[in-house]
């Protein structure tokens, strides 16, 4: 008898538990009871025994796993796998490569003075010749920076 009052199921309802025939009510009480009673668990395992009798053996799993891998591995997927690997960008191929190179580029002109030579016209660099240009602005902040950073 198990604790709620209910005897023991027999192996016959062991079996149909393995084989999921049992309502689920059942089926959770029956698990319920496989961690509470040893004797339950027993049932259980022999229940198990006989399920694992009817079943087919395996005469070669060793040839069993090659025939597989044999299977799984078909000149199609390496043909497959080869295109994939063709198909990965070089380094030199990516975005963030192309940013950086711009990047310097423009950090470049910048220091070079060249966007200086884009301005509209003489009068309006008249007007504002007592101010530095935006490069020699930023070539003296860029200085600064590093030399802080300097030990």
């Known amino acids: 008898m198990s604790d709620n009052g209910q005897s023991i199921p027999a192996i016959e ?20 009871l496989l961690l509470e009673d040893e004797t339950a668990f027993s049932l259980y395992m022999q229940a198990m025994d006989m399920e694992a009798e009817g079943l087919p053996v395996m005469g070669n799993p060793e040839q069993f796993v090659q025939n597989v891998m044999n299977q799984l591995v078909t000149p199609e997927v390496n043909n497959i796998l080869l295109e ?12 963030l490569f192309h940013y950086a ?14 966007f200086d030579k884009l301005t509209p016209g003489p ?11 935006y490069s020699e602005d930023l070539v003296r902040v860029t200085t600064g920076w ?3 950073i300097k030990p």
């Open 13 to 32: 309802e062991w079996t149909a538990y393995i084989r999921g025939e049992t309502p689920q009510r059942q089926a959770e009480w029956m698990e319920a």
């Open 146 to 148: 590093l030399d802080r």
């Open 123 to 133: 009068q309006q660099v008249n007007a504002h010749a007592n101010k530095a240009s």
């Open 84 to 95: 994939q690997k063709d198909n990965r960008r070089r380094w030199y191929e990516h975005r």
């Open 101 to 114: 190179i711009a990047a310097c580029l423009t950090l470049i002109f910048l220091s070079a003075g060249w």
